[in-house]
């Protein structure tokens, strides 16, 4: 496939974005390197090999969920800067 002005305008169009024609260029050399690059993975022969999602076998990786006792409230607030009834008070962000 080749990538031609008409194919990168379009693009441009479906991305809603505006290229400069030295833009235009640039992104249409790097596309068509990567559909080059592509085209070399598609030669290589992958008859027999299993497909995988991952490089290394995983596991259920993530840890047993534990109930431990977490800390209190008061003990949270302790190093805030300011706190009222337990809670951070933090600069108003919205009108």
Do not use: C, W
């Amino acid at each position: 496939m080749q990538i031609t002005p008409d194919l990168i305008k379009y693009l441009e169009s479906l991305a809603r974005i505006t290229l400069t024609e030295d833009e235009e260029k640039k992104v249409g050399g790097e596309l068509q390197d990567i559909l080059t690059y592509i085209d070399k993975l598609n030669e290589l022969d992958t008859d027999g090999i299993e497909a995988m999602s991952h490089a290394f076998p995983l596991v259920n990786v993530l840890r047993e969920d534990v109930v431990k006792p977490s800390m209190t409230p008061d003990a949270i607030v302790a190093n805030a800067p300011e706190s009222q009834d337990g809670a951070f008070v933090v600069p108003k962000t919205v009108d």
